[in-house]
């Protein structure tokens, strides 16, 4: 990946507008920035929340709060607490996350 065409700049998420995604059962909240064809975003789920799709897309992922139970299609489970990381490339192994206490994260796609 090459970033180009990107001026150095800050980001105080807190300014970015927040929007609401369901999931199979509870929310996720993202604020979202895109920079080129690179977008970056932090997300929250809420306690209890199941994504309603399996996700092709690849993804850098950073949890920095709660528990994120990350499942692959084939059946195997990871689970990243603050501070841990995945990373995955598009349309390799397709995923998707739940909690069962919430979770805080930094994802970069």
């Known amino acids: 990946m090459q970033m180009c065409a990107i001026p150095f700049g800050t980001t105080d998420w807190s300014n970015v507008e927040r929007t609401e995604h369901y999931g199979e059962r509870g929310l996720a909240y993202w604020r979202t920035q895109v920079f080129g064809n690179i977008r970056v975003r932090t997300v929250e789920y809420t306690p209890g929340y199941r994504a309603a799709h399996w996700c092709s897309k690849g993804h850098i992922l950073l949890c920095t709060h709660g528990e994120l139970h990350i499942e692959l299609q084939d059946g195997r489970v990871f689970t990243l607490r603050p501070g841990m990381s995945y990373q995955v490339a598009d349309d390799v192994e397709p995923h998707r996350s739940s909690t ?5 994260l930094f994802i970069v796609d």
């Open 100 to 104: 069962e206490v919430g979770a805080r």
